[in-house]
């Protein structure tokens, strides 16, 4: 009897996952860009993420390949997106200048 621990998919993003390229993304002043981002891709879902994963390594060059690559998961899997959407808002109270 063995067990299977090996787990072939990668996990979702979940609302306690710390992901360092969303405060990235916040200190820069790009959290409507990633609001927009999230808006287009979301309807799409998979179709979205297979686009992403597409374009993944050319985001590498610009450092931005983890980032990519997290969104194209959160797409395929149901409440990513809001879960990456909960943590890129969660210091918006006090943060973000373009809140007014």
Known sequence: MTENTHQTRQEPPHDDANHPWIDVARRRGLT???DLVFDVLEPVGPLGAQMLYVVQPMAGVFG???AVGEIAVALE???GVAALRRQLHAEDAGE????H
Do not use: I, V
Request: proline share 15%; hydrophobic share 25%.
């Open 32 to 34: 409507g860009a990633l």
């Open 96 to 99: 973000t200048p373009d809140s």
């Open 77 to 79: 899997e149901p409440g």
């Open 64 to 66: 931005w390949r983890q």
